[in-house]
T-cell receptor
Framework: AQKVTQAQTEISVVEKEDVTLDCVYE???????LFWYKQPPSGELVFLIR??????QNEISGRYSWNFQKSTSSFNFTITASQVVDSAVYFC???????????FGKGTKLSVIP | GAVVSQHPSRVICKSGTSVKIECRSL??????MFWYRQFPKQSLMLMAT?????????EQGVEKDKFLINHASLTLSTLTVTSAHPEDSSFYIC????????????FGEGSRLTVL
């Protein structure tokens, strides 16, 4: 069975602070995909990143960066110099090989205070 | 880029009525679509996997007769909530994949159902 754990339920930071959202996963698959999505109050899921299990390189996209550590089964997400517009619920998700049936974590609600 | 559209985005209905939600892939053929349900302040839970031209595969605990899924074409899947009750009030969101693994995965905007 697959499992995604986002231990942080809610985080509040002051604008311009850096914040890291944790994601730990469990899977028996050797090939799998990890995702991060942003869900603003309007509800739609905004795709942030997809990473396959064979690519352990960290990735940076603007103020966003991701740290994939296969040894600890973690795929953490850092927002640098946070902004009020970053306030949302962030979901980490996992898909096994061959299917995009996603297993989502419970989400982390990020509040960025001006 | 490819887009998945859901309709309606919001629907309010009376208890006992049925509601149909559409999920369309606008510029690609989606051989597989997925339906998720999200209760307020909770995570997304997979309800069913829908393959074009075949019966949907439901997750454990999801009532097939209550949540009817039809994937009649490569661009359209529908979810019908039959005899809706207030406990069915939720955010329903679909996703669609392009053919051949790993392809691409796209989510619809979601549909918020409120049953009075």
């Amino acid at each position: 069975a697959q499992k995604v754990t986002q231990a942080q339920t809610e985080i509040s930071v002051v604008e311009k602070e850096d914040v890291t959202l944790d994601c730990v996963y469990e899977t028996r698959d050797t090939t799998y995909y990890l995702f991060w999505y942003k869900q603003p109050p309007s509800g739609e899921l905004v795709f942030l990143i997809r990473r396959n299990s064979f690519d352990e390189q960290n990735e940076i996209s603007g103020r966003y960066s991701w740290n994939f550590q296969k040894s600890t089964s973690s795929f953490n997400f850092t927002i640098t110099a946070s902004q009020v517009v970053d306030s949302a619920v962030y979901f980490c998700a996992l898909a096994g090989a061959g299917s995009y049936q996603l297993t989502f974590g419970k989400g982390t609600k990020l509040s960025v205070i001006p | 880029g490819a887009v998945v559209s859901q309709h309606p985005s919001r629907v309010i209905c009376k208890s006992g009525t049925s509601v149909k939600i559409e999920c369309r892939s606008l510029d690609f053929q989606a051989t597989t679509m997925f339906w998720y349900r999200q209760f307020p302040k909770q995570s997304l839970m997979l309800m069913a996997t829908s393959n074009e031209g075949s019966k949907a595969t439901y997750e454990q605990g999801v009532e097939k007769d209550k949540f009817l899924i039809n994937h009649a074409s490569l661009t359209l899947s529908t979810l019908t909530v039959t005899s809706a009750h207030p406990e069915d009030s939720s955010f329903y969101i679909c996703s669609a994949t392009t053919s051949s693994w790993p392809g691409e995965l796209f989510f619809g905007e979601g549909s918020r159902l409120t049953v009075l």
